[in-house]
């Protein structure tokens, strides 16, 4: 069974500065990475995903994540951030025909 | 496309009553999943299909909950009876299986029990 680990359950950050959100995921085999987001009251929604090549993946709202397999890592980051940007974030893992596995989540809350 | 369309979007219902939860996945997809969101809890997957059918549905709390899927493009979760600790937000999801399976979130239902 795979296993996904965000190590950070709330990040308090101010506006305009960077931000990491860590992830960790369990698996010996080639898997997919997504991070989802969830902004209050809504549903999920993709902000970005690694599949192949590049380990660096661009997102939606300038968020951009890197796929780290030696340390089985895919952390979120974004270099400035917004009041906008106050939301659920959860990292998730899966393989080719299997199921999805989500972390528990990081409540990313921008402070004025 | 609509998207994954779930109804209703609120739902408030009395201990007891039978609750009925919908969900129309995006055409095309084959795998469908129902999820429960709590502050307790966090995000429980409570069970999936593939092509219809029930894979894994270790999730589900216990008998009062159920899930159908007649064809593939509709699902159902009921609970009967229902109870407060139902109370929750469920969303449904659905993906292309075989693929790197990308999944697709509707607006979730927010279930109040009284």
């Known amino acids: 069974a795979q296993s996904v680990t965000q190590l950070d359950s709330q990040v308090p950050v101010f506006e305009e500065a960077p931000v990491e959100l860590r992830c960790n995921y369990s698996?010996?085999?080639?898997?997919?990475l997504f991070w989802y987001v969830q902004y209050p009251n809504q549903g999920l929604q993709l902000l970005l995903k690694?599949?192949?090549?590049?380990?660096l993946v661009k997102g939606i709202n300038g968020f951009e994540a890197e796929f780290n397999k030696s340390q089985t890592s895919f952390h979120l980051r974004k270099p400035s951030v917004h009041i906008s940007d106050t939301a659920e974030y959860f990292c998730a893992v899966s393989r080719t025909g299997n199921q999805f596995y989500f972390g528990t989540g990081t409540s990313l809350t921008v402070i004025p | 496309d609509a998207g994954v369309i779930q109804s209703p979007r609120h739902e408030v219902t009395e201990m007891g009553q039978e609750v009925t939860l919908r969900c129309k996945p995006i055409?095309?997809?084959?795998?469908l999943f129902w999820y429960r969101q709590t502050m307790m809890r966090g995000l429980e997957l409570l069970i999936y299909?593939?092509?219809?059918?029930?894979?894994?549905d270790s999730g589900m709390p216990e008998d009062r909950f159920s899930a159908k899927m007649p064809n593939a493009s509709f699902s159902t979760l009921k609970i009967q009876p229902s109870e407060p600790r139902d109370s929750a937000v469920y969303f449904c999801a659905s993906t292309y299986r075989d693929s790197y399976n990308e999944q697709f979130f509707g607006p979730g239902t927010r279930l109040t029990v009284l």
């Open positions: 698996s010996s085999v080639s898997v997919y």
């Open positions: 690694y599949l192949s090549g590049s380990t």
């Open positions: 299909f593939n092509n219809n059918v029930p894979i894994d």
């Open positions: 055409s095309g997809h084959n795998s």
